[in-house]
């Protein structure tokens, strides 16, 4: 390997140690704000299961109501039946009592189901609520967690941009510009290595011209996808 390759080598590997210390800064807080959501996320399907509870409530008190309602519309019919002057007046509040009687056996039912539904969604705003909590411990425990390791990580940065700066000493002045421009639009991906023959980053093969460039010790730029070129194996580009 020449000179310019192990110096391009080196360089490049600062580089993607860079980007992966820098991914790592921006990943802890990217995942604790996912987390902090989970939870709003949580928070707003509580909001709504409780919500439906008191429609449920509600809808099970109306019941209850119209239940008492009508037992006691049927306490005065029965009143009015022991009064009955005729047959069919008679017959009339019968037929009246026996059918508020079974609407009522209608609403107990109803009100026995609007009970359970009720019990069956309190259980589960419990369940959303500790799943809540825990979410949110999680959250805490993971911000903790990635505050602690942010020191850490910035010192690795400021190390390696220290070091970026000695590497980049291989670039000559005349082709600053062209390295500069390359890292804005491509970072850690601004070089790539030639394995037999081929950039890997674009999987385009070199021309003998390059090879022998490469061989040489010269800077070489990929035809295709314009990256910075060195040789990645001891057999030659």
Request: charged share 35%.
């Amino acid at each position: 390997m020449t000179e310019t390759a192990a110096g391009l080598s080196r360089l490049h590997s600062v580089h993607r140690d860079i980007a992966r210390v820098r991914e790592a800064l921006a990943r802890g807080p990217r995942q604790v704000r996912a987390r902090r959501k989970a939870v709003q996320n949580k928070e707003a399907d509580i909001a709504a299961m409780r919500e439906k509870l008191v429609a449920l409530k509600k809808s099970g008190d109306a019941k209850n109501l119209q239940l008492r309602t009508n037992e006691e519309k049927i306490l005065g019919l029965k009143a009015k039946l022991n009064q009955a002057s005729t047959n069919e007046v008679f017959a009339a509040l019968r037929k009246e009592i026996d059918a508020d009687t079974a609407s009522n056996a209608v609403l107990e039912d109803e009100i026995l189901e609007t009970l359970d539904r009720v019990d069956a969604f309190s259980k589960e705003i419990q369940a959303a609520l500790a799943d809540r909590d825990k979410r949110s411990e999680d959250a805490d425990a993971l911000e903790k967690k990635v505050a602690e390791e942010k020191a850490g990580l910035e010192e690795d940065l400021v190390a390696l941009e220290k070091r970026l700066q000695q590497s980049e000493s291989i670039i000559p002045s005349s082709l600053q510009v062209d390295y500069r421009r390359l890292v804005e639009h491509h970072g850690a991906n601004a070089m790539a290595p030639v394995e037999d023959r081929v950039c890997t980053s674009c999987q385009t093969t070199v021309s003998p011209q390059q090879k022998v460039q490469l061989n040489m010790g010269e800077f070489v730029f990929c035809r295709s996808c314009g990256r910075l070129l060195y040789r990645g194996d001891d057999a030659g580009a």
